[in-house]
């Protein structure tokens, strides 16, 4: 069974950063992709970028395309959300994902594991 626990959520202001963990149970190693996804209030679950564990291929949504970065340190299980330039279209709750099975990591529907989510809130 794969836990996830993200970390490092918060309030700032536009133009700012963060960085979100999330801490993986011993069974991490085992899955296939990773990703981050968000949801605003009143909009679907999007995911925001994914890494994939056997050749560290990267995957980005375009909004956050040269602003986010995805990394993951196996040596620890945790995976990484680097943030820089937020504006207010990026608040919302960011969930850590997994999958176990081959597949992509780019819809909700082909998640097998979630964490309980952080919030990152930016104000203008």
């Known amino acids: 069974q794969v836990q996830l626990v993200e970390s490092g959520g918060g309030s700032v202001q536009a133009g700012g950063s963060l960085r979100l963990s999330c801490a993986g149970s011993?069974?991490?190693?085992?899955?296939?992709?990773m990703a981050w996804f968000r949801q605003a209030p009143g909009k679907e679950r999007e995911v925001v970028a994914a890494?994939?564990?056997?050749?560290?291929?990267?995957y980005y949504t375009d909004s956050v395309q040269g602003r986010f970065t995805i990394s993951q340190d196996n040596a620890v299980n945790t995976l990484y959300l680097q943030m820089h330039s937020l504006n207010p279209e990026d608040t919302a709750m960011y969930y850590c994902?997994?999958?176990?099975?081959?597949?992509?990591?780019?819809?909700?529907?082909?998640?097998?594991?979630w964490g309980q989510g952080t919030q990152v809130t930016v104000s203008s």
């Open positions: 994902a997994a999958r176990s099975r081959a597949g992509y990591c780019s819809s909700s529907s082909a998640i097998d594991y």
């Open positions: 011993a069974y991490t190693y085992s899955t296939y992709c």
């Open positions: 890494i994939y564990g056997r050749d560290g291929r990267t």
